[in-house]
């Protein structure tokens, strides 16, 4: 397994150097909208600190995490009218992970509705803003 990358996109994007359409934010991790969505909705969740992955991340940064994967996921449920919810969490090459800061993705999924395939293509950032409001909502209300 290769060392933390500082200048991975998502490290960037904490640093504030390359936009995003945030959801939330508290003192420990961040969640905005995917550019290269599967589904309407679809959010990460990442922890401020770095980390490669689940193989590596210390379990204090996991464990605060998790807890806003939980949050996001639910808010996500709740903006988005969703009747269930995906979470995937990818790593190492091998196992799917393209960006080598752990993150969580949480997916909004209806009945007869498949995914979409993960970055073929980019979104609409006025859709992306559309969505991130719902959600925002959503997590103003409790969800």
Not at 54 to 71: E, F, N, R
Request: with cysteine.
């Amino acid at each position: 397994m290769s060392a933390y990358d500082p200048n991975n996109i998502f490290a960037r994007i904490l640093r504030g150097e390359i936009p995003c359409e945030k959801v939330y934010e508290d003192a420990d991790t961040v969640a905005f909208m995917d550019v290269m969505p599967r589904a309407d909705g679809h959010v990460l969740v990442l922890p401020k600190r770095g980390a490669r992955n689940l193989l590596d991340v210390p379990p204090d940064v996991l464990s605060t995490l998790i807890l806003s994967v939980q949050k996001i996921a639910r808010a996500v449920k709740a903006g988005m009218d969703a009747e269930g919810i995906t979470v995937h969490q990818f790593n190492e090459p091998a196992g799917g992970q393209s960006v080598f800061h752990i993150h969580f993705h949480v997916i909004p999924r209806w009945d007869g509705v498949g995914l979409g395939h993960h970055a073929a293509k980019m979104a609409d950032p006025a859709d992306l803003k559309v969505h991130a409001e719902k959600i925002r909502a959503a997590l103003a209300a409790g969800a």
